[in-house]
């Protein structure tokens, strides 16, 4: 936890115990004591002190984040150790990560400038260096073999609890495995920048007190050597183990980054009813990923991999398999072998090299906008072909993206600018560049971006003015389209000046406008002779109005422009599709929740192949058994019990079949956007 100044806990701190037996205090460290009065646990202490005391360090930063459109900057405080004699300081990522300036106060109280040297958040592990002038060596302190630690060892944690100066609190390590319980869940993850930091970390858990801007500081034995990083408080406190602290840092100093591998597999803990089992369970295969092309598939059980055993059968043992997997060499052929339907298969599979969840992003004064570039797993989450586009972070209210029509949201991404394709922020940077040569005025550029599936054009201004501070429904007569209004500005910068009418941003898969010939970009302006009389973001509804005229089945003629010219297309009008609330509903009371069939907006919202079966969660009751299984509103139930899932029929009648064998527990596997995931619910059969 690091501590933001001017306020008392940082926001995404967790808040500590009261603050209990702080011992620094260099008056009373260095006030001797009779002989016959001093305590050997506490001369320990204080020798311990005196070894370490040296390598502490307070570490004040100037932080950046992305917020309304801007990068904004904030002062925080945390804490580091001196690692190496050259002025190596291990601390937190979520400390110095993302710091513009750093200034470090040594326990002398003299002040001296750093500089980030590497910084890596899955870990939360930053690595920054001293910058003395002149150069001189500095007392470093050294790691031990966290591993070696046990429950009920006396430890100290060292930091600036509150941006205070030094101190120290003593305690007892008591869990050296500690897990975020999943009795938290949905709210399990320690996540930074997209990076789930317990998916690799198990914790050290110790009762020694810590606070906002105690993270980043050492926790030592009473030999005075490192044995983790301090980072959370749950009440208990939490250290990241310094076997991994030490590997990420000295890693970070050498290449300044973190290579690990990546096989495209999310894997959880064997199932517990299932008696001698072994190995872990493959929940998800990522799609292109090295597992996916090695023909793993969710469901199998990874009994081997580079001829090692696994058996994962607890939480707390998904951060040793992670860490295992990540280490295994990029570009190498792996061998593995997976269980599948009680079938022993053999496999390749060649570890790509992973690469960070969220890019840096940046602040694009000129657009008003803070944008970076897609990941891979970004794009995939999109259900993208590819990463080309910028991804836009946030959007400054009033600014020349917020301003325009349509305006550009969080989420949104850049994929051309005036017919020009973007390919990431460098080339946006870049066009941006040669838009506005020593420009006081803004110009004009059509944008094109996608919302989800929608393809949008929308008109900004880009530049800074001198002197700116940078129930139920019947079926309807529908065109099965999506559509925005065709504003003046964007009419203008088309050529159809003056021109009034519709674009069409979207078109529906296999439908009737599709069937007919209807492009994304084509501009529709009259249905049968009659104007489509829209020019502002509030006509948006008019098109859908006109239709109401005419009968379902009946073909109207569309009057539309594509690329400038004027066309006349015949377009059968389709009966409007079901709402989400108007589908079949079952509710299962024995597990508490209820599911539905999926509509026609679930398919277009999530981009759901037309052949997807299976059945959409509703609702799931607070404390239910579905809850406390992990079920959530939005899944999608693709198999119970190895059965596949149609529809809510076929669901129900499996449901039924369950509830009359009564067993320990039933298997779901779900469809969670991109991943898959299996669930095990459990009830109890005789309430």
Known sequence: MRFKLFSLI????????????????????????????????????????????????????????????????????????????????????????????????????????AELVGTDPLSDISVIRLLPAPPRKFTFAVFSDSDSLTVGDRVLALGSPMALSQSV???????????????????????????????????????????????????????????????????????????????????????GKISRSWLGIEVQPIFKHVPGERGVLVAGVIEGSPAARAQIQAGDILLRLADQDLNVRFAEELPGFNQ???????????????????????????????????????????????????????????KRKDRTGVLVESVRPGGPCGDAKPPLSEGDIIVAVNNQTVNDLKAFKDFTARLLPDREEPVLAVVAFDRGNEKYLSVVRVGLKKGEDQGYELSKPWLPIATQVLTRDLAQ????????????????????????????????????????????????????????????????????FRNKQEQKLN?????????????????????????????????????????????????VSMGGWASLAHLAWGDIILIVDDQPVSDVDGFEKIMKEIGRKKPESAIFKVLRGIHTAFLELETDWKK
């Open 493 to 560: 910068e088309l050529g159809l000046a003056k021109q009034k009418g519709v674009r069409i941003i979207q078109v529906y898969k296999n439908m009737a406008g599709e069937k007919a010939g209807l492009q994304v970009g084509d501009i529709i302006t009259a249905v049968n002779g009659d104007p489509v009389d829209a020019y502002q973001i509030s006509d948006n509804e008019i098109l859908s109005v006109m239709l109401q005229r005419y009968e379902i089945g009946k073909r109207v003629e569309l009057t539309l």
């Open 571 to 619: 377009v059968e009008l389709s009966a409007s599709p079901k709402p989400p609330q108007e589908m079949k509903k079952y509710r299962n009371e024995d597990f508490d929740f209820e599911i539905r069939n999926i509509a026609f907006l679930d398919r277009v919202q999530q981009d759901l192949p037309d052949n997807q079966n299976g059945v959409l969660v509703e609702d």
């Open 10 to 113: 940082h926001h995404g701190a967790l808040i500590g115990v009261v603050l209990t037996n702080v011992l620094w205090a260099s008056e009373m460290i260095s006030r001797p004591a009779p002989p016959d009065t001093v305590d050997p646990v506490q001369r320990q202490v204080s020798e311990t002190i005196d070894r370490v005391k040296p390598a502490l360090v307070r570490i004040h930063v100037v932080s950046v984040e992305d917020e309304m459109g801007r990068e904004t900057k904030s002062e925080a405080v945390g804490s580091g150790a001196i690692i190496t004699s050259e002025g190596h300081v291990v601390t937190n990522h979520h400390v110095a990560g993302k710091a513009k300036r750093i200034m470090c106060t040594l326990s002398d109280k003299t002040e001296i400038k």
């Open 324 to 382: 295992f997997a990540m280490s295994l060499p990029i570009g190498r052929e792996i061998p593995a072998v997976v269980r599948r339907r009680q079938r022993e298969i053999m496999v390749k599979i060649v570890p790509e090299e992973r690469e960070y969840y969220q890019p840096r992003t940046e602040e694009l004064k000129s657009w008003g906008i803070t944008a970076g570039n897609l990941s891979i797993m970004m794009a995939k989450e999109l």
């Open 169 to 255: 609190t003593m305690g007892i390590v008591s869990n050296t495995e500690l897990v975020i319980p999943e009795l938290f869940w949905p709210y399990n993850k320690f996540t930074l920048e997209g990076e789930d930091v317990g998916s690799i970390v198990r914790w050290i858990g110790h009762d020694a007190a810590i606070y906002g801007g105690n993270s980043g500081g050492p926790l030592v034995n009473l030999r005075g050597e490192i044995v983790g990083i301090n980072e959370i408080s749950l009440g208990i406190s939490g250290a990241i183990p310094g076997n991994l602290a030490r590997m990420v840092a000295f890693e970070l100093i050498k290449n």
